[in-house]
């Protein structure tokens, strides 16, 4: 069980489990969705799973099925490469955003999110409507926003403060913290907001600063960002 909480199974969760699942099934954690492919992990690597039939089958709707952070009940084959999922725990929150025009009316992006840091860049990509349309999105899911501004190494701290003052006026108690990757401006302040056992995302614009952030905290370069990602003429996250 040791594994399972250090990757947030918490107290939340515990409490809520099915007897009758528990018995017949492993506990794991949805890391990433590809179509109908998932990886999950029980805490130690991360292994390919589809889903059961069953689940599959008497899904009601696409928010039924698992989704990124969701705590599923699993079976590992073959010296754990391979499992299939066979139920979905409830949820402590679920991110979604609305989609316009499709017969599906919601796309989920993660499930059991604490925080999430909502990022903006200081330099052209900041733009408070857009900060709102996140934040509605973050406070309808039940997840506590952090608001960070990124890059603030291209504006001055005179331009840090006025920007941080039009934020406060329309997220009053959200705590919002300028950094930089580059200088590493506020890098500790924002590591002392990760708690063991808690999950976090990042949310922005493409180009913001996401990666580079995940890099700066983690302390090396393990996720490639925009402008090595364009070279190679990959999709950027
Ligand atoms: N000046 C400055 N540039 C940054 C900073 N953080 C990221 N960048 C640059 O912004 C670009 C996009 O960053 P990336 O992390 O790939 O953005 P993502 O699309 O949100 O993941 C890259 O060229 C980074 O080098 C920062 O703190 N200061
Ligand atoms: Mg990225």
Same mark, same amino acid.
């Given at each position: ?45 991360? +292994?390919?799973?589809?889903? &059961? #039939? ?6 009601? /709707?696409?928010? @039924? %099925?698992? $989704? ?67 934040? +509605?999105?973050?406070?309808? &899911? #039940? ?6 501004? /990124?890059?603030? @190494? %291209?504006? $001055? ?81």
């Amino acid at each position: 069980m040791d594994n399972l909480n250090n990757i947030g199974f918490s107290h939340w969760f515990r409490s809520r489990l099915d007897a009758d699942k528990v018995a017949a099934h492993a506990i794991a954690r949805v890391v990433s969705v590809h179509k109908e492919r998932y990886t999950i992990t029980n805490g130690q690597g991360e +292994v390919f799973a589809e889903l &059961s #039939g069953n689940l599959f089958y008497t899904a009601d /709707s696409p928010t @039924d %099925l698992p $989704t990124t952070g969701d705590w599923v009940y699993a079976d590992f084959y073959d010296d754990d490469t391979h499992a299939i999922i066979h139920g979905v725990m409830p949820r402590k929150t679920l991110l979604r955003r609305k989609t316009a025009g499709k017969l599906v009316d919601f796309q989920l992006i993660a499930a059991n999110i604490d925080v999430a840091f909502v990022i903006q860049s200081a330099d052209y990509n900041f733009n408070l409507r857009r900060l709102e349309r996140y934040l +509605v999105m973050v406070n309808e &899911s #039940g997840i506590t926003p952090v608001i960070l501004l /990124s890059k603030c @190494d %291209l504006i $001055t701290q005179n331009e840090v403060e006025n920007i941080k003052a039009s934020l406060l006026s329309i997220a009053p108690h959200v705590t919002v913290l300028a950094y930089s990757s580059l200088s590493g401006e506020n890098i500790d302040v924002i590591k002392k907001y990760l708690l063991p056992g808690n999950t976090y995302c990042l949310l922005g614009s493409s180009g913001v600063g996401k990666t580079t952030l995940l890099n700066s905290l983690l302390g090396s370069r393990q996720f490639e960002t925009q402008s090595v990602s364009k070279k190679q003429n990959k999709g950027r996250h």
